[in-house]
């Protein structure tokens, strides 16, 4: 059980364009998804934290208008990038999270990279 | 802000051998470590954690250690094996901010025949 699902796996797209990414958590109700960006070599930073119906509340330094979160049900949050620029490249992770319990589960991340 | 800082940034150890990380958090109220072992361009998958309330945990050949006072705890891998080869990342929970985990920077473990 406790399966996270991420889409795509990987992108390539063109600097000025906007990119989604889908975050699923697919046997469970998630009350909270977290998103990430690993740059190679580097750890998880936490760009942001979804919950179901409500804003996403962005981490110190990540803009909120580039990345749009969106947490349209207890089982799908979505991330965009948009106007994505070359120094976005990097590896994006989600996490789904249930209240009341203490494990995160991760996506298997989507590699964005921005040409 | 809360931090967590871990030790060593590469170990490199003969199979058979053990080896152990270290991390220290600041916030007080942190009350869940988990540990994950990432293969590269893999997600996160979690080999052990502990609570708050306990100070040692033992899965075969993986050991956690807590020491709440100091605010310290570490990964101890027994006879190792050349597929215990990975990054290795600490995390630490954020008090009361429902699931939220802070990273340390990640150990690579070099695990040689």
Not at chain 2, 44 to 65: C, F, H, M, W, Y
Request: hydrophobic share 30%; proline share 4%.
């Amino acid at each position: 059980g406790a399966v996270v699902s991420q889409h795509p796996s990987w992108v390539i797209c063109k600097s000025g364009t906007s990119v989604k990414i889908e975050c699923r958590s697919l046997d469970f109700q998630a009350t909270t998804m977290f998103w990430y960006r690993q740059f190679p070599k580097q750890s998880l930073m936490l760009m942001a934290t979804s919950n179901e119906g409500s804003k996403a509340t962005y981490e110190q330094g990540v803009e909120k208008d580039k990345f749009l979160i969106n947490h349209a049900s207890l089982t799908l949050s979505t991330l965009t990038v948009t106007s994505a620029h070359p120094e976005d490249s990097s590896f994006y992770i989600c996490s789904a999270y249930r209240t009341g319990y203490y494990e995160q589960y991760f996506g298997p991340g989507t590699r964005l990279t921005v040409t | 802000g809360e931090n967590v800082e871990q030790h060593p940034s590469t170990l490199s150890v003969q199979e058979g051998d053990s080896a152990v990380i270290k991390c220290t958090y600041s916030d007080s109220a942190s009350n869940y470590f988990p540990w994950y072992k990432q293969e590269l361009g893999k997600r996160p998958q979690l080999i052990i954690d502990i609570r708050s309330n306990v100070g040692e945990k033992k899965d075969q050949r993986i050991a956690v250690t807590l020491n709440k006072t100091a605010k310290h705890f570490s990964l101890h891998i027994t006879e190792t094996q050349p597929e215990d080869s990975a990054v290795y990342f600490c995390a630490a929970s954020i008090g009361n901010q429902g699931g939220k985990l802070i990273f340390g920077q990640g150990t690579e473990l070099s695990v040689k025949p």
